[in-house]
């Protein structure tokens, strides 16, 4: 498995993706919707099983329910609120016709793991750089690296693993750290790519070149991180097999 910093490209990529952008929106662009995904998430990835998450949105509340623990559909089981497949800082934030799926996935051993897939919508400005979420939440991105996940009979899927950590204090004092990762990739009709800026460039060339604005998706899965090394080779067969699961056929 080999890995790469992405840094000594990242200017060129920018300045390309400024200079798009500030053409791109002087031109009038048929929207496609075209994804190059489905908003989709199996119950199963190899010996992992999914159960999807539902969002109350009842400002009060805002639980985390599984689908399974839900009797009455779209209710949240502790309050009576309206659940959503986001949580309701997304819902406040993002536009109303983007698509979001999250499921968390528990391995025979008791190992957590969370998916989430978001689909802009005809505004594309549902997908953000993750980076500035994450922070927001109270992590420390304490390394950025590119992940190339072997696949059979085609070239390898790059994905960016952020390794993040949490610093917590008790009441009584007591502090301690949580370490996990985050991993991501972009999805674009034909495209793929593990940086937020490509993905930028790829939108406005599509936009210069051939007219077009497709719809663009953005996956994520994560969880704890522990020795090096080890928690990167369990991202990569999760994500190949997660990724079999999700291609359009
Ligand atoms: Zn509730």
């Given amino acids: 498995m080999e890995t790469r910093s992405f840094r000594p490209y990242i200017?060129?990529?920018?300045?390309?993706?400024?200079?798009?952008?500030?053409?791109?929106?002087?031109?009038?662009?048929?929207?496609?919707d075209e994804a190059g995904v489905r908003v989709y998430l199996p119950d199963q990835v190899g010996d992992w099983k999914g159960d999807e998450l539902r969002f109350c949105q009842n400002p009060a509340c805002q639980a985390t329910v599984f689908l399974s623990e839900i009797?009455?559909?779209g209710v949240c089981p502790k309050c009576g609120g309206k659940l959503s497949t986001m949580a309701k800082a997304e819902t406040?934030?993002?536009?109303?016709?983007?698509e979001v799926l999250k499921k968390q996935y528990t391995s025979p051993d008791g190992e957590i793991v969370f998916a989430s897939i978001v689909m802009s919508g005809r505004e594309r400005s549902s997908i953000h750089r993750p980076q500035v979420c994450l922070v927001g939440q109270g992590n420390e991105i304490v390394k950025s690296k590119v992940l190339d996940v072997p696949m059979n009979n085609r070239r390898p899927l790059d994905v960016m693993v952020l390794d993040m950590l949490r610093?917590?204090?008790?009441?009584?004092?007591?502090?301690?750290?949580?370490?996990?990762?985050?991993a991501y990739w972009f999805v674009g009709k034909g495209r793929e790519t593990p940086y937020h800026?490509?993905?930028?460039?790829?939108?406005?060339?599509?936009?210069?070149?051939?007219?077009?604005?497709?719809?663009?998706?953005?996956?994520?899965?994560?969880?704890?991180?522990?020795?090096?090394?080890?928690?990167?080779?369990?991202?990569?067969?999760?994500?190949?097999q997660l990724y079999l699961e999700m291609a359009i056929e």
């Fill in 92 to 98: 406040d934030l993002l536009p109303s016709d983007t």
């Fill in 11 to 32: 200017t060129v990529v920018a300045l390309l993706a400024l200079t798009s952008l500030a053409l791109a929106f002087t031109v009038d662009t048929n929207i496609s």
């Fill in 197 to 240: 800026t490509m993905r930028m460039v790829y939108m406005a060339t599509d936009r210069i070149l051939h007219n077009r604005s497709h719809r663009w998706a953005y996956i994520s899965v994560s969880g704890v991180r522990d020795d090096e090394g080890i928690y990167r080779q369990k991202i990569a067969s999760f994500v190949k």
């Fill in 167 to 182: 610093r917590w204090r008790a009441p009584d004092g007591r502090q301690g750290e949580y370490p996990s990762y985050y």
């Fill in 71 to 73: 009797k009455e559909k």
